[in-house]
């Protein structure tokens, strides 16, 4: 059964405790938590401080997806504060310095990740492939939620998954962006077993059936 991991993005951020209980009661299996610097990504949100606190307040895997420029220099502080996966961009920094930041999160002992903006192929991650417990592939140009998911990502799922099956079958492979019960269905099918969504959890009125829902797809 595929996971769901809601985006605090679209939380209530003045009652961000009450949501993301909510959320865990409703029966998320991951927090995804969006981390964005203004220079990777033209937007600013949260940082090291706040997920500290998320930690306090939730047993949840914490799934720490960082849109930063040379996440190298953040990676150990990211890990201190709580992240179970962290997640980098592989065209936020060099292959050499990539490699040296997966290494350092794995030796912390939390799952290292790599995700690829949509203009990047799939080839980007060949130098990450053996120090990847997680890839993230972005359905969305990242930034900003509530956008319109890009279906033309599919064949990535679909190449990856066949990778994976074949050299690493714990990898876990994530699409985030424009995720909705309708393009879920989508991405189950080509492959992918963890699912963020935002805005159309957030606005569900019924967070349970609707993360229900994201779990029955086969
Ligand atoms: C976008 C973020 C996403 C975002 C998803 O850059 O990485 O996690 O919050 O939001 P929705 O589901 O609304 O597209
Ligand atoms: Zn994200």
Same mark, same amino acid.
């Given at each position: 059964?595929?996971?769901?991991?809601p985006s605090i993005l679209s939380a209530d951020f003045v009652n961000l405790e009450r949501d993301i209980r909510h959320?865990?009661?409703?029966?998320?299996?991951?927090?995804?938590?969006?981390?964005? %610097?203004?220079?990777?990504? /033209?937007?600013?949100?949260?940082?090291?401080?706040?997920?500290?606190?998320? @930690?306090?307040?939730?047993?949840?895997?914490?799934?720490?997806?960082?849109?930063?420029? @040379? /996440?190298?220099?953040?990676?150990?502080?990211?890990?201190?504060?709580?992240?179970?996966?962290?997640?980098?961009?592989? &065209?936020?920094d060099t292959e050499e310095h990539n490699l040296e930041a997966l290494r350092l999160i794995r030796e912390k002992g939390v799952r290292a990740a790599v995700s690829?903006?949509?203009?990047?192929?799939?080839?980007?991650? %060949?130098?990450?492939?053996?120090?990847?417990?997680?890839?993230?592939? *972005?359905?969305?140009?990242?930034?900003?939620?509530?956008? #319109?998911?890009? &279906?033309?990502? *599919?064949?990535?799922?679909?190449?990856? @998954?066949?990778?994976?099956?074949?050299?690493? /079958?714990?990898?876990?492979?994530?699409?985030?962006?424009?995720?909705? /019960?309708?393009?879920?269905?989508?991405?189950?099918?080509?492959?992918?077993?963890?699912?963020?969504?935002?805005?159309?959890?957030? #606005?569900?009125?019924?967070?349970?059936?609707?993360? %229900?829902?994201?779990?029955?797809?086969?």
């Amino acid at each position: 059964m595929q996971k769901v991991a809601p985006s605090i993005l679209s939380a209530d951020f003045v009652n961000l405790e009450r949501d993301i209980r909510h959320v865990a009661e409703a029966g998320a299996d991951y927090i995804h938590i969006d981390v964005m %610097d203004g220079i990777f990504v /033209p937007n600013i949100t949260i940082g090291i401080p706040v997920v500290a606190a998320i @930690r306090k307040i939730t047993d949840l895997p914490l799934d720490v997806h960082l849109m930063i420029d @040379r /996440p190298l220099r953040y990676v150990e502080r990211f890990c201190d504060a709580g992240a179970d996966i962290l997640t980098i961009h592989a &065209e936020a920094d060099t292959e050499e310095h990539n490699l040296e930041a997966l290494r350092l999160i794995r030796e912390k002992g939390v799952r290292a990740a790599v995700s690829i903006k949509p203009n990047t192929p799939v080839q980007a991650l %060949d130098p990450y492939m053996d120090l990847m417990d997680m890839i993230l592939i *972005m359905t969305v140009e990242p930034g900003f939620g509530g956008q #319109k998911f890009m &279906e033309d990502m *599919m064949p990535k799922v679909r190449a990856l @998954r066949k990778i994976i099956d074949v050299r690493s /079958p714990g990898t876990e492979l994530e699409v985030d962006g424009g995720v909705n /019960p309708e393009t879920a269905r989508i991405c189950v099918e080509a492959g992918a077993n963890v699912l963020v969504a935002g805005s159309a959890l957030f #606005k569900a009125p019924d967070t349970a059936a609707f993360i %229900d829902q994201l779990h029955q797809l086969v």
